[in-house]
RNA sequence: GGGCAGAUACCCAAGUGGUCAACGGGGGCAGACUGUAAAUCUGCUGCUUCGGCUUCGUAGGUUCGAAUCCUGCUCUGCCCA
């Protein structure tokens, strides 16, 4: 969409630093398949909350939350403001929103919760958490095993504690920016962001990390289980480089997907030929400083 | 030139006389989302003024009725020359 570029941009106008809300850009090594800003641009900005973790240690929205939050309150004591960068929705609605905390993860309790299977689940949780249930479809296992893991060791339900929850919002005030472009250019972005990718050096990156325990989010990171099927000869490279355009597509609109439901951001239409100088001026006039 | 197989919706693919606008998968679109979130899950996907209308290579034919049977033609693949 551009939002590297055009936070790059604000931050030659303001004075601010860049908070990533990005949930793959917290991973070390993981350079080019996660579009960081690059050395030199990171050098004139600050950023926070890039390279955070190694790709084999467990990281989530919970831990991203805290940090994310230090940041913002260090960057506020140095009296400059905090531009929150990213596309990761759910990070940046529990930034924004708040989580409850009492919400630990349970391995082998959840474990032992999949192996029921997700009919029965549903019925437990029907149960012991009718709330939870109605918003939850009987066939997302996922979301059902968390909720009965929540339930568990919390021996509260997950509905009534997911009302606890106070955020950024509740304690500054914020402006938020929403880009958008036509699909048709967005797409032909992302097509050719991937195709850079691979020039910039995917393969070897990928090449870096393959030997590595990588954990459950890291290994969804888009462009490695694609290169490695590259490098294993189970694919040419040019589908792989199809695949990671598809599948980045795809996240693309399950971003917009995301972030269209939210009544409190600011619309922003690119075009085809602004410039990241000319979206920050719009970003700066929604801000109105 | 001869023989055989095939042509189905954006793609792959099932269907072999009525219950077929046509199984399934992919792709696309839309939606949900509080500790794996670049994850996970859901719905829709010929047109429609919702009464209908037009589809299964193409032109005819058989039949009350065809994507399904018959004939010609076109194209594709394989085999023989």
């Known amino acids: 969409m551009g939002k590297t570029g055009a936070a790059l941009q604000v931050a030659n106008q303001i004075p601010c630093e860049v908070v990533s809300c990005d949930s793959m850009q917290v991973y070390r090594k993981i350079s080019i398949a996660s579009s960081k800003p690059s ?22 929205v919970a831990a991203f939350n805290k940090l994310a939050a230090e940041a913002i309150e260090k960057i506020l004591g140095q009296k400059k403001y905090p531009l929150v ?23 082998s309790l959840r474990k032992k919760l999949e192996s029921l299977g997700a009919e029965k689940l549903y019925g437990k949780l029907k149960q012991v958490d009718p709330d939870a249930a109605s918003k939850i479809h009987a066939n997302d296992l ?47 972005r992302i097509n050719e962001r991937v195709e850079e990718m691979f020039t910039e050096g995917l393969v070897n990156e990928v090449k870096a990390i393959a030997g590595s325990q990588m954990s459950l989010t890291a290994q969804r990171i888009i462009g490695v289980s694609e290169v490695m099927a590259y490098l294993r000869g189970e694919k040419s490279l040019e589908e792989a480089k199809e695949l990671m355009k598809m599948n980045t597509r795809r996240l693309a609109k399950r971003q917009l997907t995301w972030f269209r439901k939210d009544q409190r951001i600011k619309w922003l239409m690119l075009k085809a030929d602004d410039t990241a100088k000319k979206i920050s001026q719009d970003i700066l006039k929604e801000i109105n400083l």
């Open 39 to 60: 050395a030199v641009e990171q050098k004139r900005v600050p950023h926070h909350l890039l390279d955070v973790v190694s790709v084999e240690e467990k990281f989530d």
């Open 85 to 107: 960068v990213g596309g990761s929705g759910m990070y940046m609605q529990v930034l924004l929103d708040g989580i409850f905390e009492a919400g630990g993860q349970d391995p």
């Open 142 to 188: 996922r979301r059902i095993v968390r909720a009965l893991e929540v339930y568990e060791t919390t021996k509260t339900p997950i509905s009534t504690l997911q009302k606890q929850r106070s955020g950024l919002l509740k304690k500054y005030p914020a402006v938020i920016v929403g880009l958008n472009r036509e699909r048709d250019e967005l797409y032909q």
